[in-house]
């Protein structure tokens, strides 16, 4: 399975993108997750939306970053709105496979993505 994550960029603040992660060579049910890390930190699981279409949000994104998921063309979106300085972090996207029901870890990763806020 191979992700390939794009969307990233310059914005201001207050300003929004949407990040996509695609993924090919699956044939099994996908959990998604998208990642962030910035410089000196940890990476953290931001957003994660499972094959049931569940989202979860870490609390400094909630209610300004939307994940989405498209099964008919594999992809992952996050929609990230009002971004602040402080979002600034490559971002990765992660698939986990489910099989007969099981989820699996976050095993497949996209090459990551740069954003940047600027304020």
């Known amino acids: 399975v191979q992700l390939q994550a794009s969307g990233g960029g310059l914005v201001q603040t207050g300003g929004s993108l949407r990040l996509s992660c695609a993924a090919s060579g699956s044939s099994f049910s996908i959990n998604w997750g998208w990642y962030r890390q910035a410089p000196g930190k940890q990476r953290e699981l931001v957003a994660s939306?499972?094959?049931?279409?569940?989202?979860k949000y870490v609390d400094n994104v909630q209610g300004r970053f939307t994940i989405s998921r498209d099964n008919t063309k594999n992809t992952v979106y996050l929609q990230m709105n009002n971004l602040k300085p402080e979002d600034t972090a490559v971002y990765y996207c992660a698939a986990g496979a489910v099989i007969f029901g099981i989820p699996f870890e976050y095993d497949y990763w996209g090459q990551g993505t740069q954003v940047t806020v600027s304020s």
């Open positions: 939306i499972d094959s049931d279409g569940r989202e």
